[in-house]
């Protein structure tokens, strides 16, 4: 299986701040039919599933605001958030989508500072 | 707008079968599309349990294989996960979520229910 890791694990920043999440994989996620990323970011609040904001490592989901961005490649990751809102607080997950089985990083609590 | 709809017991003893079933609206699963289901534990994490096309072709999780069975029913739209033999490590919330159109993301969510194996 490939092992996603993030980190911080944790992370608070003021209102108006960059954030940047990472996220490692265990190996390459980069598909050799399209050339691109197999690598997704969702959000997630409480009580709430996780949403897409990103796929194929920088393609953002319909309708998400563009302070978030992806980018990367091969095995290294990263979603920014250019200018924290405060309805930005949330888990974080990375997803590779490569190989089966499908996984998911730890998730990243981003909180206000 | 797609919606998905989770349903079935919350509490399982342990040793028996969990059955849960995803109701689907704002979209016709015989249009296409893999349907599936994904856990999520403190502990673990979010968990891919596998996916369904229309026409029966199911992907599942090799650590849970041996005790998964997902089935679809286009006449009602609806897909049905069932795990046997739980333990208290399948305690989870379990939510269905639909592949994204170009690869395995996933774009559309249930909101989720909490399934408890206990006694």
């Known amino acids: 299986d490939i092992v996603m890791t993030q980190s911080p694990d944790s992370l608070a920043v003021s209102l108006g701040e960059r954030a940047t999440i990472n996220c490692k994989s265990s190996q390459s996620v980069l598909s050799s039919s399209n050339n691109k990323d197999c690598l997704g970011w969702y959000q997630q609040k409480p009580g709430q599933p996780p949403k897409l904001l990103i796929y194929?490592?920088?393609t953002r989901e319909s309708g998400v605001p563009d302070r978030f961005s992806g980018s990367g490649s091969g095995t290294d990751f990263t979603l920014t958030i250019s200018s924290l809102q405060a309805e930005d607080v949330a888990v974080y997950y990375c997803q590779q989508y490569y190989s089966t089985p499908f996984t998911f990083g730890q998730g990243t609590k981003l909180e206000i500072k | 707008q797609v919606q998905l709809q989770e349903s079935g017991p919350g509490l399982v003893k342990p040793s028996e079968t969990l059955s849960l079933t995803c109701a689907v609206s704002?979209?016709?699963?015989?249009?296409?599309?893999?349907w599936g289901w994904i856990r999520q534990t403190p502990g673990k994490g979010l968990e891919w349990i596998g996916s369904i096309y229309h026409s029966g072709n199911t992907y599942c999780n090799p650590s849970l294989k041996s005790r998964v069975s997902i089935s679809v029913d286009t006449s009602k739209n609806q897909f049905s996960l069932k795990l046997n033999s739980v333990t208290a490590a399948d305690t989870a919330v379990y939510s269905c979520a639909r592949r994204g159109s170009g690869g395995w993301y996933f774009d559309y969510w249930g909101q989720g229910t909490l399934v408890t194996v206990s006694s």
């Open positions: 704002g979209y016709s699963i015989s249009s296409g599309y893999y």
């Open positions: 194929w490592a920088s």
